[in-house]
């Protein structure tokens, strides 16, 4: 029997010390996951992109931003879902996590089919391409264990998870640094993902089993998997067409510049992504209890949102600021010359944060208001804005003219557009605050 949830039980729960601390606990080891990243797996990338040369790496780029482009097929918007069911509905943990196991997969292997075939249309002729595409593909089939992530994350243990997969790309991580020294070929680099992926797979089941949990208990319930997917089908397309707006000007340089200025090009944008573990540390940590919050008190869910996006403002404006002024320096310290261009890519690329970060915590708004429909309208004006613009740009001022574009397709999408809406502009106006509102930054909450 479903348990009745009332504004006292949570209110509460968000109160009480048991629960803090488990946020608190839970946020520091996921903290602690993405600094060990930091410092190891992008000390190593750095040395290995200096190894391989911008044109081979960018060749490798181009062939990872195609399965980035084609990655909803594997996620089926469903990890912005799942942990919101389970909270509201415990008592269907199991039949939860067997069907989205069972959509994860055959969507990773439905990835896998698309993604190779596009190469074969794209670049006909390289057929060294086509093994980096199919490779870095197929290592998507093992995120369908990422299912037990989705119950970490409903119970705030996420140790699991991160134990799970820092030993995968630890471990990854040394066949690099073997692999540098023994001067291999970047087809063996490009295999470390999906043996990283396939380590973190057999490594959470581990780690769940050993917590008193079965796989085997799960169960695949026809009513439940179509249940998801009626929810979740919006957000495929969707992530789709947000993906496409962060990674179309790297197909679009690519084809038109080449590969070198590709490989240049994602030296920035890998920088610029590496700092978005903590919009999504902080979205992970809040995401069931704002969904509680959603379910009890109008009122406070909203105040909350606002905290979020304060916090995601505060994070962007240091970061945008730290590359702006040292990320020409930064970029000449770590790597060779033919990667000098990466320090102003960077500096432009930093200003788009405040609204990826932005696009995060906008993802509480949309999924605890069921405005799937909405966000998929938005995000596919976004790749409508980007692409015209790109065309326009590119040909004229390179690959900044690219990054000009997404940072406009992203204001337009992310942020103005919800001004027009009504069901959304509460969330325009909370936006708005963190612009110019300074006063609610230090405003308390005058529920409970």
Sequence with gaps: MLKKITPNIILNKLNSREGMRKMAGNFAWLLA?????????????????????????????????????LSPLAALGLDAIVVKEMVLFPQKTDKILGSTFTLKLFGGILLTIIAS????????????LFYFVLITASSNIFLAFDSIDFFNQTHLISKNTVLSKSIGYLFTSALKVIFILQGLSIMAFVWTQFIEFAIG?????????????????????????????????????????????QYIEQLFIGDWLGDSELGVYTIASRIIVLFGFIPMIIFTTVAPEMAKAKATNEKLFLFKLLRVYQIM????????????????????????????????YLAIMSIRLIFINFGVAKGLFIVNNNLYKYFMFTSIIGVVVDVALIYILLPIYGSVGAIWGSIISMVVSIYLIDAFYPKTRINFKIMSKCFYDVNSYFTKSDIG
């Excluded at 075939?117 to 060294?128: K, M, Q, S, T």
């Excluded at 403002?313 to 010359?337: A, D, E, H």
């Design 313 to 344: 403002f505060i994070v962007s404006v240091f970061i945008m600021l730290g590359c702006i002024i040292f990320g020409q320096y930064i970029i000449n310290l770590l790597f060779k010359p033919e990667f000098e261009a990466a320090g102003l």
């Design 117 to 128: 075939v596009a190469i074969l249309f794209l670049r006909p002729n390289e057929p060294e």
């Design 33 to 69: 996951d993405k600094f060990l990243k930091i410092i190891v797996v992008m000390g190593v990338n750095i040395w290995m992109w200096n190894y391989l040369g911008s044109i081979q790496k960018g060749a490798w780029d181009y062939a990872i931003a195609l399965v980035a482009i």
């Design 201 to 245: 797979a057999g490594l959470m089941v581990f780690w769940y089993h050993k917590s008193g949990k079965k796989i085997g208990l799960w169960k695949i319930e026809k009513s439940t998997a179509i249940g998801l997917l009626r929810q979740s089908w919006p957000l495929i397309i969707t992530a789709f067409f947000m993906v496409v707006q």
